[in-house]
């Protein structure tokens, strides 16, 4: 990411904080990168923003030349959706009285954004089962791990 592109998403981070604070004391800010998908235009971006975020359901509140906003029911949690298109990645905001709601609100316009609707995350990756180990080898004269007696050598 441009170090510009860098400093123009942090200088509206703080101005978004900055709004809320005058009127809700301490807030909470989460944020969220997430991949454009190739081929997406900057408009596009913008428009699958508010789509994410009127699909969590929150309120759109509009937008600007490089972002959209939304608002919780009563506006106590606000939300910003950056598309960085040059970049390849969005940022996704969420400022409010609590990170309790802070993250779920942000993960939740994730969500919709990747197309998990209802806050569903994505399966684990499986992981392969580690190669089956050959028995060890029963000692001199003893038993294999089948129980059967075995000659000396493993004969």
Not at 14 to 21: D, E, H, K, Y
Not at 26 to 48: F, N, T, W
Request: proline content about 9%; some cysteine.
């Amino acid at each position: 990411m441009r170090l510009a592109s860098r400093h123009l998403a942090g200088l509206a981070a703080a101005a978004f904080i900055t709004g809320m604070a005058g009127e809700a004391g301490a807030v909470a800010l989460s944020q969220r990168y997430d991949p454009i998908p190739a081929g997406l235009s900057h408009d596009q971006c913008k428009e699958r923003g508010t789509q994410a975020m009127v699909a969590s359901g929150l309120k759109s509140l509009g937008q600007g030349r490089d972002a959209v906003f939304g608002e919780t029911d009563g506006g106590e949690y606000i939300v910003s959706v950056f598309c960085l298109t040059q970049q390849g990645v969005i940022v996704i905001s969420a400022a409010g009285p609590s990170s309790d709601r802070t993250v779920p609100i942000a993960d939740g316009v994730a969500d919709q954004w990747n197309g998990r609707a209802g806050g569903a995350r994505p399966a684990p990756v499986a992981r392969p089962a580690p190669p089956a180990r050959a028995p060890a080898p029963a000692p001199s004269g003893g038993k294999d791990p089948a129980g059967r007696m075995s000659a000396p050598g493993g004969k």
